[in-house]
């Protein structure tokens, strides 16, 4: 597990305490305490390049006029400021050096609030974001402030290079798109986009200029999530972006809750009858399925008991996982799965028996169980999934009366 040093410089014990106590509530952060600025210089010289994060108190005993957001920052490391309060040209001067955040301590969700803070620099890294604006230098100060919060950021000059981008790379989280861009607009780009069932849970960020009040009804309209208008501060635009990954992620649990197997971690059955369905409307070439079945798995569950037959299903779903990595992988019910290919059929019914030899050839879980699977193929042109599931369903049978552990094929 990777552990995240988080340097924490504050003058009060008990909040001392208390940001220990929630950061340490999450086990891959270290936090490291100091009570003052000589202590955090020191430890800063002890470990150069190990903190991932610092939350500091503004105005320490020994360093009462915020220097230490100044040794943090010297350090190459984000601050996340404490204070008493602020006044409007502290924050203004806070957010110019490049903070994080700055959050007063005026009640007990302000330390919650902190650790949010770092959990979503965390989460941050390694999501990727393309900003399209043609302005070198816009380009430039979006770019800076999204690499503040630990964001991997990608540019493109016009939409159209966006859009070749956005193609390429599947990884990309969010766009943020300006108007007025060479051959693609900035509007033109979103309805292409949104138009395209495959960026449908892309988030973009639309930016307007001022005083051009129909733009941003525009962009939302054309499906962004949300706008900016510029110019904008450092906060808003901090805020924007979080806001909308967040409810991004939160859409994704809600996806996954819907169309994955919570014990196999395999697509559900509405999963399968839903993207199935289109692979076989929308099939170019070869479409295979199989319905694979544990054998004499009800025998585990009355020797063993459920808990055992549950961690089988479970060792079951990482087996199908790691078998068949580019293919659709379902628990069509029970200690039944369902797996759908675009591979050449050959190749398919080759990787099937690879995958019962590597069952049959291991022990699962405490028990030492012994497992073999018998499996149905479908590999004939069929019209829809129900007719292929119906030839596979077919052949397992017969795969299950010749004796099991075994694979039976149309072709
Ligand atoms: N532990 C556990 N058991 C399940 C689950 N879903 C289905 N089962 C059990 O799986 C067993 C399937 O039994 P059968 O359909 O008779 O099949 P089998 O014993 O595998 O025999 P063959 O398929 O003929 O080789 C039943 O006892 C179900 O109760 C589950 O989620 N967890």
Do not use: W
């Not at 900003?131 to 503040?148: G, N």
């Not at 051959?183 to 930016?207: E, K, P």
């Amino acid at each position: 597990m990777v552990k995240r040093k988080i340097l924490v410089v504050e003058d009060s014990v008990v909040v001392l305490k208390v940001l220990n106590h929630l950061l340490s509530q999450n086990p891959t952060f270290s936090p490291v305490l100091c009570p003052c600025y000589k202590e955090a210089e020191k430890k800063l010289k002890e470990s150069p390049g190990e903190f991932f994060a610092a939350i500091v108190d503004l105005n320490l005993p020994d360093a009462e006029n915020g220097e230490i957001v100044d040794l943090v920052l010297s350090h190459q490391i984000p601050p996340i400021v404490l204070t008493g309060n602020i006044s409007e040209k502290v924050r203004l001067n806070l957010l110019n050096k490049g903070v994080l955040d700055y959050i007063v301590k005026d009640n007990r969700y302000s330390f919650s609030y902190v650790i949010k803070v770092v959990e979503r620099l965390v989460k941050n890294q390694g999501v990727k974001i393309l900003v399209a604006e043609d302005s070198t230098t816009s380009r430039l100060f979006i770019k800076i402030l999204l690499k503040q919060y630990g964001f991997e950021v990608l540019e493109a000059e016009n939409g159209q290079e966006a859009l070749a981008q956005l193609e390429a790379d599947s990884d990309i989280r969010m766009l943020i798109t300006d108007y007025n861009m060479p051959l693609v607009n900035g509007y033109d780009l979103v309805r292409m986009l949104r138009n395209n069932n495959r960026f449908q849970d892309l988030v973009i960020i639309g930016l307007s200029a001022e005083g051009d009040t129909s733009l941003s009804a525009k962009f939302i309209k054309a499906g962004a999530n949300d706008f900016l208008r510029k110019p904008f501060y450092h906060e808003e635009f901090h805020c924007r972006v979080i806001h909308n990954l967040e409810a991004q992620d939160m859409l994704e649990t809600i996806r996954n809750l819907a169309n994955i197997d919570q014990l196999t971690k395999l697509k559900n059955r509405r999963h399968l009858f839903e993207e199935g369905g289109q692979l076989f409307r929308h099939r170019k070439a070869d479409v295979s399925l199989a319905m694979m079945d544990l054998d004499f798995f009800k025998k585990v569950n009355d020797n063993y008991g459920h808990v055992v037959g549950d961690s089988l299903l479970e060792l079951m779903g990482e087996e199908i996982l790691e078998a068949f990595p580019d293919d659709l992988t379902c628990r069509f019910g029970g200690e039944e799965f369902c797996v759908i290919s675009t591979a050449p059929v050959t190749e398919f019914i080759a990787k099937v028996k690879d995958f019962l030899e590597t069952i049959r050839s291991k022990e699962y879980t405490d028990a030492k169980l012994s497992v073999t699977c018998s499996v149905g193929v479908c590999a004939l042109p069929m019209q829809t999934l129900e007719e292929s599931i119906q030839v596979a369903d077919k052949n397992l049978y017969e795969a299950k009366n010749l004796g099991r552990d075994r694979v039976v094929s149309s072709i």
